[in-house]
C-alpha cells in the first residue's frame, strides 16, 4: 500500500513538473515570438558618442562623486528665490556663498556650456545611458542662480545665455526614453518659473526672447518616439533587478504596448479620458498606462512653454511700445500657432487689468494639473 502511494505521488510529481515545464516552454515560446515584435516597432540610438557627449557625461559623474555636492543639494541657502520662489529680491549675501560654491563644482561644464551652444539643436540628443537626474537638476539650480545675478548687474544678455545654457543642457542629455523625458522636463520647469520671475525682478524680454524662444518652441521628438525608444530596451529583458526575468513576467510588462500606441497617436481627449478613468478601471489597464507617461509629460510641458512664449511676446510688446497689447492678435512677430493653447487649439487666454496683463491659464493646468495656488501655476504668467 506505501509502496503504491508513493508511486502514485512520484506520477504526480512528475505530472506537475511536466505541467509546469509545458508552461515555461509555451511561455518561452510566446515571449521570444512577441520580443520579435516588439523590436521591429524599437527606436535605437546610434552606439557611436560623440567626443562632447563622452566629456560631459565624465564631468557630470565627477560632479556627482564630490563629497561636496550633497552639501549643495540639501544647503539651508540655496537661493529659492532665484528658481521662482516668492517674491524677486536680490540675493543675500550667504545665497551668493551658494552661487560661487556650485560654480566652483560645475567648472569643468563651462567648455562643454560652450560647445553645445556651437550645436545645431537637431544635434543635441544623448546617446548614451540615462543621466543623473539630481545632478541634472543641481546643474539647471546653478545655472538659473548664475542668471539672477547677471540680472542683478543688469547684464541681461548674460542672464538670457544662462537660462538658454540650462535648456540646451538638459535637451542635449535626453535620450529620447519616458525617463529621458521626465527628467528634460523637470529641468525645464525649473527654468520656466525661474524665467518668470526673472521678468518681474526687470529682465529685459527682448533679449530673453531672442535668445530662449528657439529652445522653447517644440520639442525634439513626440511621445510615440519616446514609447519606441523605451522598447529597445527589450533587447536587454533576460534581466530584471539582476536576475534573469521569466517570460511570463516579460509577457505581462509588454502587454499594453499597442493600446499605448494607440493613445498616444490619437487625439489628446483620448488620453485625458483614459487617465480619467476610476481608479479601479485604472488598475487593470495598467499595463497601457505605463506607456502613455512620456506622452502626459510632452503635453504638460507643452502647455507650459506655450504660456512663456506667449508670454515672452507680450513682454517684449510692452518693451517697445510701454504698454501691453489690447489682445494677442496684435503680436505680429509671433506666429499664430504659438498663441494656441495646446490642449484645446483655442487662442491662450488672454487678459489686461490695471496693473498689467495675464497669460494663460491653460487648459492642462485647470483640467490635468489643478494646484491649489492658481497665481503660482506654471501655467499662468503675470506680466507687470
Same mark, same amino acid.
Given at each position: 500500500?506505501?509502496?503504491?502511494?508513493?508511486?502514485?505521488?512520484?506520477?504526480?510529481?512528475?505530472?506537475?513538473?511536466?505541467a509546469r515545464?509545458?508552461?515555461?516552454?509555451l511561455s518561452a515560446?510566446?515571449w521570444s515570438k512577441?520580443?520579435?515584435?516588439?523590436?521591429?516597432l524599437a527606436l535605437f540610438q546610434?552606439?557611436?558618442?560623440?567626443?562632447?557627449e563622452?566629456?560631459?557625461?565624465?564631468?557630470?559623474?565627477?560632479?556627482?562623486?564630490?563629497p561636496?555636492?550633497?552639501e549643495l543639494c540639501?544647503?539651508?541657502?540655496?537661493?529659492?528665490?532665484?528658481l521662482?520662489?516668492g517674491?524677486?529680491r536680490a540675493?543675500?549675501?550667504l545665497?551668493?556663498?551658494?552661487v560661487?560654491a556650485?560654480e566652483?563644482e560645475f567648472?569643468a561644464?563651462?567648455?562643454?556650456?560652450?560647445t553645445?551652444r556651437?550645436?545645431?539643436l537637431?544635434?543635441l540628443?544623448?546617446?548614451g545611458?540615462?543621466?543623473s537626474?539630481?545632478v541634472?537638476?543641481?546643474?539647471?539650480n546653478?545655472?538659473?542662480?548664475?542668471?539672477?545675478?547677471?540680472?542683478?548687474s543688469?547684464?541681461?544678455?548674460?542672464?538670457a545665455?544662462?537660462?538658454?545654457?540650462?535648456l540646451?543642457?538638459?535637451r542635449?542629455?535626453?535620450?529620447?526614453?519616458?525617463l529621458?523625458?521626465?527628467?528634460?522636463?523637470?529641468?525645464d520647469?525649473?527654468?520656466?518659473?525661474a524665467?518668470r520671475s526673472?521678468?518681474?525682478?526687470?529682465?529685459?524680454?527682448?533679449?530673453a526672447?531672442a535668445e530662449l524662444a528657439?529652445?522653447?518652441?517644440?520639442w525634439?521628438?513626440?511621445?510615440?518616439?519616446?514609447?519606441?525608444?523605451?522598447l529597445?530596451?527589450?533587447?536587454?529583458t533576460?534581466q +530584471?533587478d539582476?536576475?534573469?526575468t521569466p =517570460?511570463t513576467?516579460?509577457?505581462? #510588462?509588454y @502587454? !499594453?504596448?499597442?493600446s &499605448?500606441? *494607440?493613445l498616444v497617436r490619437?487625439?489628446?481627449?483620448e488620453?485625458?479620458?483614459?487617465?480619467a478613468?476610476?481608479?479601479?478601471?485604472?488598475?487593470a489597464?495598467?499595463?497601457?498606462a505605463?506607456?502613455?507617461?512620456a506622452?502626459?509629460t510632452?503635453?504638460?510641458?507643452?502647455a507650459?512653454?506655450?504660456?512663456?512664449?506667449?508670454?515672452?511676446?507680450?513682454?517684449?510688446?510692452?518693451?517697445?511700445h510701454?504698454?501691453?497689447p489690447a489682445s494677442l492678435?496684435?503680436l505680429e512677430?509671433?506666429?499664430a500657432?504659438?498663441? +494656441?493653447?495646446?490642449?484645446?487649439?483655442? =487662442?491662450?487666454?488672454?487678459a489686461? #487689468?490695471? @496693473? !498689467?496683463a495675464r497669460? &494663460?491659464? *491653460?487648459?492642462?493646468g485647470?483640467r490635468?494639473?489643478?494646484t491649489?495656488?492658481?497665481?503660482d501655476?506654471p501655467y499662468?504668467?503675470?506680466l507687470?
Amino acid at each position: 500500500m506505501n509502496r503504491r502511494l508513493l508511486v502514485l505521488g512520484t506520477l504526480g510529481l512528475l505530472l506537475a513538473g511536466g505541467a509546469r515545464y509545458a508552461l515555461s516552454e509555451l511561455s518561452a515560446r510566446a515571449w521570444s515570438k512577441r520580443k520579435g515584435e516588439l523590436l521591429e516597432l524599437a527606436l535605437f540610438q546610434p552606439e557611436l558618442r560623440r567626443p562632447w557627449e563622452v566629456r560631459l557625461q565624465s564631468a557630470l559623474d565627477c560632479v556627482k562623486a564630490s563629497p561636496r555636492f550633497d552639501e549643495l543639494c540639501t544647503s539651508s541657502h540655496k537661493p529659492f528665490v532665484a528658481l521662482g520662489e516668492g517674491e524677486p529680491r536680490a540675493l543675500s549675501e550667504l545665497e551668493k556663498v551658494w552661487v560661487s560654491a556650485a560654480e566652483n563644482e560645475f567648472v569643468a561644464l563651462e567648455p562643454l556650456l560652450t560647445t553645445l551652444r556651437k550645436q545645431a539643436l537637431t544635434e543635441l540628443e544623448w546617446h548614451g545611458p540615462v543621466l543623473s537626474l539630481g545632478v541634472l537638476r543641481e546643474v539647471s539650480n546653478a545655472l538659473c542662480a548664475r542668471a539672477w545675478l547677471a540680472l542683478e548687474s543688469h547684464d541681461d544678455e548674460a542672464a538670457a545665455r544662462a537660462y538658454a545654457d540650462a535648456l540646451r543642457l538638459t535637451r542635449a542629455t535626453d535620450d529620447g526614453t519616458s525617463l529621458g523625458c521626465m527628467i528634460h522636463a523637470a529641468c525645464d520647469d525649473i527654468v520656466l518659473r525661474a524665467l518668470r520671475s526673472a521678468l518681474a525682478l526687470g529682465l529685459a524680454p527682448t533679449a530673453a526672447r531672442a535668445e530662449l524662444a528657439p529652445l522653447l518652441d517644440g520639442w525634439a521628438y513626440d511621445a510615440e518616439h519616446a514609447l519606441r525608444r523605451d522598447l529597445s530596451f527589450v533587447a536587454d529583458t533576460t534581466q +530584471l533587478d539582476g536576475e534573469a526575468t521569466p =517570460p511570463t513576467e516579460a509577457l505581462k #510588462d509588454y @502587454a !499594453g504596448v499597442q493600446s &499605448g500606441l *494607440a493613445l498616444v497617436r490619437g487625439p489628446v481627449e483620448e488620453l485625458l479620458r483614459f487617465h480619467a478613468r476610476p481608479e479601479d478601471e485604472q488598475q487593470a489597464n495598467v499595463a497601457t498606462a505605463k506607456w502613455t507617461v512620456a506622452a502626459l509629460t510632452l503635453h504638460q510641458l507643452r502647455a507650459k512653454r506655450a504660456v512663456a512664449l506667449v508670454a515672452l511676446a507680450v513682454a517684449a510688446f510692452h518693451e517697445r511700445h510701454a504698454r501691453f497689447p489690447a489682445s494677442l492678435a496684435e503680436l505680429e512677430d509671433l506666429p499664430a500657432a504659438q498663441t +494656441l493653447d495646446p490642449l484645446t487649439g483655442a =487662442p491662450l487666454a488672454y487678459a489686461l #487689468d490695471d @496693473a !498689467g496683463a495675464r497669460v &494663460g491659464p *491653460a487648459a492642462w493646468g485647470e483640467r490635468v494639473d489643478v494646484t491649489s495656488h492658481p497665481d503660482d501655476s506654471p501655467y499662468v504668467w503675470t506680466l507687470r
